[in-house]
């Protein structure tokens, strides 16, 4: 099983700043079938990125996605007062499928 | 639009029974893959049971593994979960999902439910 670890746990930041959100995994993620999904309390989560770097439907082009391998990052190049939440990832490359224990952007 | 509305998640003793239930519409239910993920209560997503478009082929996690099975009635645009031997540790939102390709699955998810809490104890 892939054991997807996301750093750091917390990021504490201003709307308007940078967010970068780190996933490594424990062997390679197979054809970098990575995704990212944002959840906000009592809601369910929400695909944003699949692919490592394909943006899903309706999400903003603040956010991207890269990496290949082990590594992987979701960036926020300006925050928005929506975009805080936590925020999981997911390989799908290989079975079972696995989530990171997820990375909450709270506002500074 | 897409709707997946779960139900059946109740409080039940630790070794009962349960069945979920997720009606799915807005969609061709029949084209797609199905998931259920849960989420225990303050943690975070744990992926645990997959259908394929034509209930042909199942996956499951190890820890439901025998315990729980998944199933799908395209007539109905259902689906279904199973839960036997209930656990402590099987508490848990438990969300109806939809994956993200078609017709076969990619293992991402692309649509959820708001999930229906499953709480285990005695």
């Known amino acids: 099983e892939i054991v997807l670890t996301q750093s750091p746990g917390t990021l504490s930041l201003s709307p308007g700043e940078r967010a970068t959100l780190s996933c490594r995994a424990s062997?390679?993620?197979?054809?970098?079938?990575l995704a990212w999904y944002q959840q906000k309390p009592g809601q369910p989560p929400r695909l944003f990125m699949y692919g490592a770097s394909t943006r899903a439907t309706g999400i903003p082009d603040r956010f991207s996605g890269s990496g290949s391998g082990t590594d992987f990052t979701l960036t926020i190049s300006r925050l928005e007062p929506e975009d805080f939440a936590v925020y999981y990832c997911q390989q799908y490359g290989s079975s079972p499928w696995t989530f990171g224990q997820g990375a909450k952007v709270e506002i500074k | 639009q897409v709707q997946l509305v779960e139900s059946g998640g109740t409080v039940v003793q630790p070794g009962r029974s349960l069945r979920l239930s997720c009606a799915a519409s807005?969609?061709?239910?029949?084209?797609?893959?199905m998931h259920w993920v849960r989420q225990a209560p303050g943690k975070g997503l744990e992926w645990v049971a997959v259908?394929?478009?034509?209930?042909?082929?199942?996956y499951n996690i190890d820890s439901v593994k025998g315990r729980f099975t998944i199933s799908r009635d395209n007539s109905k645009n259902m689906l279904y979960l199973q839960m036997n031997s209930l656990r402590p540790e099987d508490t848990a939102v438990y969300y109806c999902a939809r994956d993200g390709a078609r017709p076969y699955w990619s293992g991402y998810i692309d649509e959820w439910g708001q999930g229906t809490l499953v709480t285990v104890s005695s």
């Open positions: 807005g969609f061709t239910f029949r084209s797609y893959a």
């Open positions: 259908i394929s478009y034509d209930a042909s082929n199942k």
């Open positions: 062997q390679s993620v197979s054809r970098n079938y």
